[in-house]
Structures are given as C-alpha cells and as structure tokens.
C-alpha cells in the first residue's frame, strides 16, 4: 500500500524558505520518478516539479524555476523540495505524487503559508 506522508510546511514571510519533504513507503522508491504538485484555494492542482527515479533529470514549472529546487533521498525513500525566495502567490498545499506507480493517489499534503 502506497504511504506519502509530507511535512514542513509552515508560514513565512515572503522572500523566506522552507524545505519541504515526502517520506514514502509501499513501493519502489528508488525505481520511480517523483513529482510534487500545489493546489491552492480555488484553483487547480498545479504541477511544481518532477524528478527521475535516479535524480538526474528534473524539470520545473516556469512560475518557481530559479526559486525551487527538487531532490531526493533513494535510501530514505524521501523526495525534497527546496522552497526558497518564497512569494504570496506560493501559499498552497503542496502534495507529492508518484506518476507512474500511483498517479491518482495523494497524502494528505503540506499547508505552505506565505505571508507578512
């Protein structure tokens, strides 16, 4: 059974950082690319970043490129996002996915705040 769990999310003043991370279990970690995606009230989910199962390739939505960075962890079976010069338009949930293995399974996602 698929697990994703993420966490640290939190509120913060715009241009701060937060990193956030996806703890998974229930299948191949270490075989499987990743993605983190946003929703924030009222709008669709939104695509943030995507990296592959060797964490060679990553590609990013043009709305956080330079500002987010994606990684991952294969012997902790975690993915990262590395949130940072953070804006207003940031504040969403923020969920990881796993596209091949289970793309319509979501955790319960991560609360990212941005604000003064």
């Known amino acids: 059974q698929v697990q994703l769990v993420e966490s640290g999310g939190g509120l913060v003043h715009p241009g701060g950082s937060l990193r956030l991370s996806c703890v998974t279990s229930?299948?191949?970690?270490?075989?499987?690319?990743m993605r983190w995606y946003r929703q924030a009230p009222g709008k669709e989910r939104e695509l943030v970043a995507h990296?592959?199962?060797?964490?060679?390739?990553?590609n990013y939505a043009d709305s956080v490129k330079g500002r987010f960075t994606i990684s991952r962890d294969n012997a902790k079976s975690t993915v990262y996002l590395q949130m940072n010069s953070l804006k207003r338009e940031d504040t969403a949930v923020y969920l990881c996915?796993?596209?091949?293995?289970?793309?319509?399974?979501w955790g319960q996602g991560t609360q990212v705040t941005v604000s003064s």
């Open positions: 996915n796993v596209p091949s293995y289970a793309p319509g399974y």
């Open positions: 229930g299948f191949t970690f270490s075989g499987n690319s």
């Open positions: 990296i592959s199962s060797d964490g060679v390739f990553t």
